[in-house]
């Protein structure tokens, strides 16, 4: 087990939130906090392996109109994990988790089926 601390996952009652990728031993679960006045939210990344659960790092997502954007979902494709927001989504690389890219979404005030 692991403790995130203060906040949120979409995954504790979605789980389609949640990614595990045994290839590569990735465990990736979107989160969000509110602490000091401050909102954030990423895709907390950790590595799995017979000696447990360690944490890797954040991808973080992009700050739009001083908030952070809510990430739902992600993905491994090739050697880039995909932290998929509700209005960006941010590319990096699996192994390093630096940012390689970040692309703004369409956005509609309208739910989308998942």
């Known amino acids: 087990s692991y403790e995130l601390g203060q906040g949120w996952s979409s ?3 979605d789980y389609h ?7 590569l ?4 679960i ?3 906090s509110y602490t000091n006045s401050t909102y954030v939210s990423g895709l ?8 447990g659960i360690t944490q890797r790092g954040v991808v973080q997502a992009k700050t739009i109109n001083g908030y952070s954007d809510n990430v739902d ?3 491994i494709i090739g050697t880039d994990i995909y932290a998929i927001a509700s209005r960006s989504l941010a590319v990096a690389d699996v192994g ?16 989308w089926a998942y």
């Open 96 to 111: 390093t988790l630096t940012i390689e890219k970040i692309v703004d979404l369409p956005y509609s005030t309208y739910l």
């Open 73 to 75: 979902r992600s993905v």
């Open 30 to 32: 979107p989160y969000q």
């Open 44 to 51: 907390n990344v950790f590595a799995v392996n017979d000696s």
């Open 25 to 28: 031993g990735i465990l990736a």
């Open 11 to 13: 995954a504790t009652y």
């Open 17 to 23: 939130a949640f990614l595990y990728y045994d290839a």
